[in-house]
């Protein structure tokens, strides 16, 4: 394990790659219109320019057979100059079908923002063992593009820890709960 660093802060103006590590819904045609509306977002509130990864909205079902091709989108984000940060699209449940197709001396050697979380719990582990700090925090579909926009404490937070050089210090709880809704077939509130 090597000593930890953290990845230069982001700018407005910075290019950020999004990317389907784990769950592949983000091009799935019942949900490309919320992560254009992430992408919104992000350009909006952070002024962030906003790409995606080659295969980043292939589907569900292409990103699920093939996990050489999400583990070939986070090279190519990370070996990318112009990309300064990833931000995933959202978790899933096969992260660590792509660790045999990841390098670990590719992640030291690009360091670079990682925000995620859920299954992204796996490349948080892969970039700490390199070395690299990274961010467990908003996923592009399930916090960034909330159907009423990006609420205040999200933003409050990526502002801070993204594109501030200030000590994170405390991170105090969110005053309100925000409404879950169960969408799987079946499951009773």
């Known amino acids: 394990m090597h000593p930890l660093m953290k990845p ?7 290019t ?3 990317i389907s590590l784990s769950g592949g819904r983000a091009g799935d045609p019942d949900m ?6 992430g992408k919104q977002q992000l350009k909006e509130h952070f002024g962030l320019h906003v790409v995606e990864t080659p295969n980043s909205l292939k589907g569900k079902a292409y990103l699920y057979n093939n996990p050489r091709c999400r583990a070939e989108d986070l090279n190519w984000a990370l070996t990318n100059p112009r ?3 990833i931000f995933v699209n959202s978790g899933g449940d096969d992260g660590a079908r792509l660790l045999p197709y990841l390098d670990v001396n590719r992640i030291r050697s690009n360091p670079k923002i990682l925000l995620g979380y859920s299954d992204v719990s796996v490349f948080h582990m892969m970039f700490t063992y390199a070395g690299v700090s ?3 925090g908003a996923n592009v579909l399930s916090s960034i ?3 009423d926009g990006l609420d205040a404490y999200t933003e409050k937070w990526i502002r801070k820890v993204l594109f501030s050089g200030s000590c994170i210090g405390e991170v105090e709880p969110e005053d309100k709960r925000a409404e879950i809704h169960i969408l799987e077939a079946g499951v009773k509130e």
């Open 32 to 37: 490309i219109e919320r992560y254009t509306f």
């Open 16 to 18: 950020i790659a999004a």
């Open 134 to 136: 990274s961010f467990y």
């Open 8 to 14: 230069q802060k982001l700018r407005p103006g910075d």
């Open 145 to 147: 593009a909330q159907p």
């Open 83 to 85: 990309i300064k940060g």
